[in-house]
């Protein structure tokens, strides 16, 4: 079975454009979480979808980030425009909807560099 | 606001040490807790996880961990380690409040550094 896979590994782009990663979760997960982590600190959460549906988005640090599901398979969360502070490992997560069942399978993360 | 203290930033232990890296966290209520661990050059992944019953639960490559509720504290142990533990180490919450959607808590990591 495939694990969860995300694209691309490593960006680097300059303030003010724009970039948008993907994730793949494990095929017939439900619910997909985004979570990133900046250098030097925790790894937080930014939103979580199950199938297509935003479930929770608190975590979304401003409106120029926007994360879509359509078809409730793979993720994308696109930046635009990117500013310096955006710059870390944002990291993919999917679990199976089971009821008390909150295991996150994680991707190995695209690193985000904006410069 | 919820949040997950661990308590070693950077620890370093000879091989056949043993290793206990703290975990705390804030929340009143009911709790998931689980350990990750990122090797090098690999993705996170699941160590070992605590839903109900017994506290003191084990985990994939001699690892347990022990949730003890009345201290919040959910500390990860193994008896002896080896240089391919080296790695960094998550521990993680997750809140059982209405409305849950599984999210994670995390806390800001431990790299272990074990010496051959």
């Known amino acids: 079975e495939a694990g969860v896979t995300q694209f691309p590994s490593h960006s680097v782009i300059e303030k003010g454009q724009t970039v948008t990663l993907r994730c793949d979760p494990i095929?017939?997960?439900?619910?997909l979480y985004w979570y990133r982590r900046v250098m030097g600190k925790e790894i937080k959460f930014l939103l979580h979808?199950?199938?297509?549906?935003?479930?929770?988005e608190s975590g979304m640090p401003n409106n120029r980030f926007l994360a879509e599901r359509t078809g409730g398979t793979y993720s994308t969360l696109k930046v635009q425009p990117a500013e310096l502070e955006d710059s870390g490992v944002y990291f993919c997560a999917s679990s199976p909807l089971a009821g008390g069942s909150y295991e996150q399978y994680f991707g190995p993360g695209t690193r985000l560099t904006v410069t | 606001a919820q949040s997950v203290s661990q308590h070693n930033h950077h620890v370093i232990l000879s091989e056949a040490a043993s290793l206990e890296l703290g975990c705390n966290y804030s929340y009143g209520g009911t709790v998931n807790l689980f350990w990750y661990v990122q090797y090098p050059g690999q993705h996170l992944q699941l160590l070992l996880k605590?839903?109900?019953?017994?506290?003191l639960v084990k985990g994939i490559k001699g690892f347990e961990a022990e949730f003890i509720k009345s201290k919040f504290s959910f500390n990860l142990r193994k008896p002896s380690v080896q240089w391919s533990d080296t790695a960094e180490y998550f521990c993680?919450?997750?809140?059982?409040?209405?409305?849950?959607?599984?999210?994670?808590?995390f806390g800001q990591g431990t790299t272990l550094q074990v010496k051959p």
């Open positions: 993680a919450v997750n809140a059982q409040s209405s409305g849950n959607t599984g999210k994670l808590i």
């Open positions: 095929s017939g997960h439900d619910n």
């Open positions: 979808f199950v199938k297509e549906s935003k479930q929770d």
């Open positions: 605590y839903f109900s019953g017994d506290p």
